[in-house]
Structures are given as structure tokens and as C-alpha cells.
């Protein structure tokens, strides 16, 4: 089992990136799936989650609006499309799966954004 997330990087203020998430090793449709996000000394946070088939979508307060999930499930891939970013939300970012049917739940390694100027 494997989520490999890809994407990060440096963004100035105000700037998008587009995060992806590939899973290997499981079925990856029958699985919703979220993004969290650790700044340095904070907890992990969560960012938002799209229902397995893709029909429901849910987001934090924080980036409501600015961020939008998506996936592929042909692809096996989940995306996170980050628009008008700020210099806080500089973090690690994360993708998880969890099961629809079972108690199984996946993490990624994480990739590192950093908004600064």
C-alpha cells in the first residue's frame, strides 16, 4: 500500500499550487479520502475530504473557498487545488485513505509547501 503525494514546493503569497496524491496496493474507490496539513510545532490539521465516489465534499473553515478536492479514481490520484495561499499555511501536507468498508487507513509521506516571499 502506497499514497505518494507529489506537488509542493515554494509559492509566494497570493500564489496556487496543485497537490497530488497517487495510491497503489488497495482499492483505491472504495475509499474516502482527505488532505491534513502540519506546520512546524502545530498538530496536524485537516484540510478537506472527498467521499469516495466523489459526490460529497467537505472543507475547514480556514480554506473554504481557496482550495477545492478533487479525484480521479481511474487514476487512482486525489488532488488539492491551493489558490490565494498565505504565508501560515505553510506545512506539510497530507493525504489519507480511509476504508468505506473497512477499518483501514492509509497516510502518505507528505510534501512540503512553503508561501513566503
Known amino acids: 500500500v502506497q499514497l505518494v503525494e507529489s506537488g509542493g514546493g515554494l509559492v509566494q503569497p497570493g500564489g496556487s499550487l496543485r497537490l497530488s496524491c497517487a495510491a497503489s496496493?488497495?482499492?483505491?474507490?472504495?475509499?474516502?479520502m482527505s488532505w491534513y496539513r502540519q506546520a512546524p510545532g502545530k498538530e496536524r490539521e485537516w484540510v478537506a475530504r472527498?467521499?469516495?465516489?466523489?459526490?460529497?465534499?467537505n472543507y475547514a473553515e480556514s480554506v473554504k473557498g481557496r482550495f477545492t478536492i478533487s479525484r480521479d479514481n481511474a487514476k487512482n490520484t486525489v488532488y488539492l487545488q491551493m489558490n490565494s495561499l498565505k504565508p501560515e499555511e505553510t506545512a506539510v501536507y497530507y493525504c489519507?485513505?480511509?476504508?468505506?468498508?473497512?477499518?483501514?487507513?492509509?497516510w502518505g509521506q507528505g510534501t512540503q509547501v512553503t508561501v513566503s516571499s
Open positions: 472527498i467521499s469516495s465516489s466523489g459526490n460529497r465534499k
Open positions: 496496493g488497495f482499492t483505491f474507490s472504495s475509499y474516502a
Open positions: 489519507k485513505g480511509v476504508g468505506d468498508y473497512s477499518s483501514a487507513v492509509y
